[in-house]
């Protein structure tokens, strides 16, 4: 079947759909009594083309090394070469006989051979440029594998020497590949991927310095430097395997996240089946070292396995793989034993080691039946964030009836689950209010359940159960986002401090008091805010309320970067602790905190791109009149430390104040907006040293009535600077263009009018009415027939259902002065045509074809109309994101095309396992073209609020009803 994970396949695959559609329509016209044409002038143009083709083949395994290329293209080069015979023979029976039923179904067997003996000669051309690359990857892993036999600085530059080269290499064919493949997903898990590489390099290179030097100076500190060195290589050989992984894929779900158990299942099987030989090899030398780069790679087999069996479909799959891996654990175990007291070439130790051997090849093979058993299960599971849960909950709440095998009520209960742990780091009221809300809504569930399984969800009680859980569920979420934008406002205040304090305390001299006493309780506190940035980080990437795909995966990466580097970055401070005049470990420290801190900042923007800049600067605003009380106290108390504290807490919120309304004001294009953000930011800054001065001299001298009114008066005039930021930076978010609340306005104000008693005179009598009616007003625009012709979905409809899903996004909105609203319903409803096309309701091949170029057009259409408001919006990341989704919309499209000119094809075919292929591929192909209009839909209408004033923009977002009623 065609694939078109690269721009050339797609190139070349195209212009051939065409030529085969065009043979398609001219055999079903036969069907109707046509005569058909000559076609020889075409099919002999095909032959030529198919000659050249075959020649250039032929020619490329020749000079081609890659046995597998040698198996697997001359069977695709035969199939083309079989499909032009077919071809000639059919133009030949045809200028005989343009009637001839033997000459259409030779003509439709050649079409279908010409189109997907091409498409598998060029999948197997391009797997094997694949291969080439996943070599050099692998020549990577091979010195990769060899750094823990690196022990001297001589050792150090020849490994370095050897290794440059070829990871120059990796990365330029990685880059080189990443800009051909289509599927943009797959471009930024490479990206990723290939940038990590190329940032763990250095800290790879002084992470083996660094052990060097502490083994040949024999000091303490060599067990953290091996560990911190076995990291590094650790976390960039994931990483090559993740290299690995991507490149070999050629289809992508646009519904597809990082987290899902699927994508988790196949990275961790990827990492089993990439670390298997390392493995093998350390059970098979009896020599090897205890504690070395193998046995890592072995129990790093047994984790990935376990986290396959924590995800499997089937419980007992799970079950027989933790059986196994404990298994072998234990044995892994007693063979460590025995090989540390110089025992690994007794019977027992080899005996254990070819057991190991043996059960290695079952949990690989138990692993990878568990992998495909999930993903063929095709269970869905509720979305990575909370508004993917919402919205799986609603649309279980509006069609109740309809079986959703449970995913709705599973979503509905997890956003419990997720509230709950939210609310485990809260206090006072806002604990209670997300508290009362879960129970309400688990009541609701419970009753709604109870409902369905009596069979009455179409009863006037389910439906309003339905309705009540529904706006539970909205005020639940709206609690959640307002809970942890407080918390990162509290959290994310500084950043560096306690970085900086265990720092200080690894480089005290030698002789200090308590010296090693410090430093374990500076890096206990780094360890501790450190975990918990990143703990709140993927707390709000889960329930923040953020859609954005890249956004919350950014955010869970950077969290997980975090996390994993904590560790290391202790025993980097304690090997500086222990070895102060060590310049390597000096530098690797150094190394390592720039990383941090690096991934650190960018968790910070990512969180801060996550949430409402307005209701960040509103938590921290209520966060400084908190320090403000605080501080107050204290001066009561005469407690000088609780004033620093607390000063510096709000000098702190006022820094994080400015850095994000900075942000805002960067990120934006409108002038106005700009300048005014611009000012209120002068006019705190100014306010923020004047402060502190102010509250160093308080601190001094608590007790001096004209310090406390100085510092009063200077907070005060930082907490009004505060005011009028948040002032500037929220205006925007209401300042709307055009005004979208405009066709609802408020209810007229009623309560001063009265009926007059001062005798006025009365308004002139109206004129008696006319013998005709005065004339019918037109009716006002609708989309009732958008409405009434789009076709209930059911559960084994696919293609329906995720038209259906577009439907009802865009079912709200009101086609009219909107064209990409007008441009959706078009395609939902062309999507579901196509769905009745392409089961056999209705139609011919030439609808089925003449269907999906009609979608094709309307992506180009969808496209253009986003790609116009997005140069027209005057917020950059709104822009940016605009056009990162709409653009994957045209390459779908023609996709759509080529697979169903494949579908027509399959005339006298039906049935068959390429008729099943085909209509899967067109199946996932129709999703993933539905969810970029969603997502495109849904950009486009943020984005419309913040268009430039000028720009003549002329689409009005005008809901067909209220959002309340």
Sequence with gaps: ?????????????????????????????????????DLSRPVQAVKLAVDNLIKVGYET??????????????????????????????????????????????????????????????????????????????????????????????????????????????????????????????????????????????????????????????????????????????????????????????????????????????????VIDGKMKQAQDWLVDTQAVVGGAGEHALRQILEDSLCIANRCVNPEDGENITKTV????????????????????????????????????????????????????????????????????????????MDDKGLGQQAARMMISDALKVAEGLQGPKRAEILQLCNEVENLTDQLNDLARKGMTNSPQARAVAAALSQKLNQLKSKMQDALVTQVADDFMDISTPLKMMSDAAMTPFGTPRREENFEEKARNFSNHASKLAATGRSLAKSGGCNDRRTVEGIQTCAQQVDDLIPHMVKAARIVLMNPANQASVEHFDLLKGQWTENMEKLRGLIDEAIDTAAFIRANEEGILQDTDRTEQAVMNLDAPGIVNNTSSIARRAHRILQVAKSEADNSE????????????????????????NAKILAQNPRDPQAVGGWRGANQQLINAVGRVRQAVG??????????????????????LNISDHGENAPPRPPLPRDTAPPRPPPPETDDEFEMTFPAPQANQPIMMAAHALHMDVKQWSSRDNEIIAAAKKMA???????????????????????????????????????????????????????????????????????????????????????????????????????SVRETVQCAEAASIKIRVDSGYSIRWTRKRPWYT
């Design 1 to 37: 079947m065609p694939v078109f994970h690269t721009k050339t396949i797609e190139s070349i695959l195209e212009p051939v759909a065409q030529q085969v559609s065009k043979l398609v329509i001219l055999h079903e016209e036969a069907e109707d009594g046509n005569a058909m044409p």
């Design 61 to 270: 395994i020749h000079n081609s090394e890659d046995q597998i290329l040698k198996q697997e293209m001359p069977p695709a080069l035969n199939r083309v070469e079989e499909a032009s015979v077919f071809l000639i023979q059919a133009s030949d029976m045809l200028r005989t006989d343009p009637y001839s039923a033997a000459a259409r179904k030779k003509l439709i067997d050649g079409s279908r051979g010409i189109l997907q003996g091409t498409s598998a000669l060029l999948l197997a051309f391009d797997e094997s440029e694949v291969r080439k690359i996943i070599r050099i990857c692998k020549n990577v892993l091979e010195y990769l594998a060899i750094t823990e036999v690196v022990e001297s600085l001589e050792d150090l530059v020849t490994f370095v020497k050897n290794l440059s080269p070829v990871l120059t290499r990796m990365a330029k064919e990685v880059d080189t590949r990443e800009r051909e493949l289509t599927h943009q997903v797959h471009r930024e898990w490479l990206q990723r991927a290939i940038e990590q590489v190329k940032q763990l390099t250095p800290a790879l290179i002084s992470g083996i310095k660094i052990f060097v030097t502490t083994k040949s100076q024999g000091g303490p500190g060599l067990e953290e430097a091996q560990s911190n060195r076995d990291y590094v290589t650790q976390k960039m050989s994931n990483e090559i395997h993740e290299i690995i992984r991507v490149l070999q894929l050629t289809t992508y779900d646009e519904e597809e996240w990082d987290a899902d158990d699927i994508t988790v299942m196949k990275k961790a099987q990827n």
């Design 326 to 401: 404990s298994n072998i654990e234990s044995m892994i175990n007693a063979l460590c034993e025995l090989r540390q007291q110089g025992k690994g070439n007794t019977p027992q130790a080899l005996s254990l080691s070819r057991g190991i051997v043996q059960m290695l090849r079952e949990l690989q093979d138990k692993c990878q039946k568990a992998v495909t058993a999930s993903e063929r299960s095709g269970l869905k599971k509720p979305a990575h964030t909370v508004g993917g849960k919402l919205e799986q909950a609603q649309r279980w709440l509006a069609n109740s009836a």
């Design 670 to 693: 409108d002038p106005q907006f700009v300048e005014r953000v611009n000012d209120t930011i002068n006019d705190l800054r100014n306010t923020i040293a004047p402060m502190v001065q």
């Design 731 to 752: 205006d925007r978010a209401n300042h709307q263009y055009p005004p979208h609340g405009s066709d609802f306005p408020a209810p007229p104000d009623f309560s001063h």
């Design 829 to 931: 409803l062309l999507m579901a045509r196509l769905s009745q096309l392409v089961r056999g309701e209705g139609g011919t091949k030439k609808d089925l074809i003449d269907c999906a170029k009609a979608i094709a057009e309307q992506s180009e259409e969808v496209t253009r109309i986003a790609k116009g408001l997005a140069m027209d919006c005057t917020d950059k990341r709104m822009r940016t994101n605009l056009l990162q989704v709409c653009e994957r919309i045209p390459t779908i499209g023609t996709q759509l095309k080529i697979l169903s000119t494949v579908k027509a094809t399959m005339l006298g075919a039906q049935g068959s396992e390429e008729d099943m292929e085909a209509t899967e591929m067109l199946v996932g192909n129709a999703q993933n073209l539905m969810q």
